[in-house]
């Protein structure tokens, strides 16, 4: 079972339109994170949420920890073909060196 | 500087080749890691150098060995691999424990 659920696992949407993603877990997490990755490439940390209830802005990008700490969920708003890739959350289990990743959302905007 | 670097970035060996992964990073980092990724999967964390020691091993196989020379290296020796080992093998540094981990291009390595 994973530890770290995201949904929905591919999106392919046009350019200009809004996407949500959803991170999920049973688990109550001290802090969260999400990364991009593109192929052939490395992640690259995006955000850190670390507070119930905290929502964080990167540009296009909204990220909302959940009340709970159990739960993330990342908004784009008028998505761009630069936004094309694998975004993936994070948790820090038991606050060791170990970083679970999620499932993954591949995400595809075509021009 | 935020950089991880590794090399090489592509590696083809056989299965009775010797050969080994490097990584470097000048953050100051005192943790360092190696994954292991599978194409439309996640990373799967491998090994974890705290200090220059290892403070985590995620039951990987003999065949793959780790080693920190100090706190800016890391590297993966490689031997008598298999087929299924060709993935794309990810190194990743971080300040403290766990958290906001920085992560280099990776090494694709293809095992024939």
């Known amino acids: 079972t994973q530890l770290l659920e995201q949904s929905p696992q591919f999106l392919s949407i046009q350019e200009g339109e809004n996407l949500t993603v959803y991170c999920n877990s049973s688990?109550?997490?001290?802090?969260l994170q999400w990364y991009r990755q593109e192929p052939g490439e490395g992640p690259v940390l995006l955000v850190t949420?670390?507070?119930?209830?905290e929502v964080k802005k990167l540009k296009r990008l909204t990220f909302q920890f959940g009340d709970a700490r159990k739960d993330s969920s990342l908004h784009i708003t008028a998505a761009q073909p630069g936004d094309t890739g694998l975004y993936l959350c994070?948790?820090?289990?038991?606050?060791?060196?170990?970083?679970?990743f999620g499932s993954g959302t591949r995400l595809l905007v075509r021009p | 500087d935020t950089e991880v670097t590794q090399t090489p970035k592509h590696l083809v060996m056989g299965m009775t080749n010797k050969k080994s992964l490097k990584c470097e990073q000048h953050?100051?980092?005192?943790?360092m890691y190696w994954y292991k990724q599978k194409a439309k999967k996640p990373p799967e964390l491998m090994f974890v150098?705290?200090?220059?020691?290892?403070?985590i091993n995620e039951s990987v196989p003999s065949r793959f060995s780790p080693e920190c020379p100090n706190s800016s290296l890391l590297n993966l020796h490689l031997h008598a691999l298999q087929p299924e080992d060709s993935a794309l093998y990810l190194c990743?540094?971080?300040?403290?424990?766990?958290?906001?981990?920085?992560f280099g291009p990776g090494t694709r390595l293809t095992v024939t």
């Open positions: 994070a948790c820090d289990k038991d606050s060791s060196y170990k970083l679970i």
């Open positions: 150098y705290s200090y220059e020691k290892l403070s």
């Open positions: 949420v670390v507070t119930g209830g």
């Open positions: 953050m100051g980092h005192r943790a």
């Open positions: 990743a540094s971080s300040h403290n424990q766990g958290y906001e981990q920085y």
């Open positions: 688990s109550v997490f001290s802090s």
